[in-house]
């Protein structure tokens, strides 16, 4: 079997569920069905689970709505696209003629520079604003929740085993007539539950800031 790495159910989970043996499947194409419904899960909740490193696109925000100043204590906010964010990889705010990186300045609420509400994908700078001309800030941070929901991974596990028999379709062709295994079936019964669901994960890592 591939080592690849797979994140929201296994090979074996798949391979229980159609009760099919290592023997009967191509490895390489289980692999990748699993992939394709971990990409699917994403795209509809617009985050990550089980720990997988997952990076934003590199966003720019405009603070061209807050009239510049000192923002003791409360700071400026800049909302994200996703949550919960894990690390920020990228920060940068442009002074109007060059780009300064706040990684390099001390983060905290009380004497730093900058903070982040991690959870709720909200960052905050604290410091004298002088610039205003929209997209001040670019920003790119790793996001994702390090826990597996049980039925993120039944999804998961649903959503590959007919991604398998769809790209399959023929090599199990001959599997339904030794074993007596209807695979459209499988289908049918398949998309009965996934609505359901997929309605729990749907937008659950929408954060505030993401447009579009």
């Not at 919960?84 to 730093?112: A, D, K, T």
């Not at 002088?130 to 049980?150: D, F, K, M, S």
Request: glycine letters at 8%; one cysteine or more.
């Amino acid at each position: 079997m591939s080592t690849a790495s797979t994140y929201y159910t296994s090979i074996d989970d798949v391979l229980n569920f159609l009760s099919l043996s290592s023997g009967d499947v191509d490895a390489n194409a289980l692999i990748k069905a699993i992939q394709m419904a971990e990409a699917q899960i994403e795209a509809e909740s617009y985050t990550c689970f089980a720990g997988k490193p997952c990076v934003s696109t590199l966003e720019y925000h405009s603070l061209t709505t807050w009239l510049g100043g000192i923002w003791m204590g409360a700071g400026i906010p800049i909302h994200l696209g996703h949550k919960p964010v894990r690390r920020i990889l990228r920060f940068e705010l442009f002074n109007g003629s060059n780009w300064l990186n706040m990684l390099n300045y001390p983060e905290g609420r009380v004497s730093g520079w900058w903070w982040c509400k991690y959870e709720d994908a909200v960052c905050y700078i604290q410091t004298l604003w002088w610039y205003q001309g929209g997209n001040e800030v670019r920003i790119q941070y790793e996001y994702g929740y390090n826990e597996l929901p049980g039925y993120v991974r039944e999804l998961a596990t649903l959503l590959s085993a007919r991604n398998y028999i769809l790209m399959e379709r023929n090599r199990l062709s001959m599997l339904e007539s030794t074993q007596s295994i209807s695979f459209d079936r499988v289908v049918e019964a398949i998309d009965a539950v996934v609505p359901s669901l997929m309605a729990r994960i749907r937008g659950v890592g929408i954060a505030t800031g993401l447009v579009g």
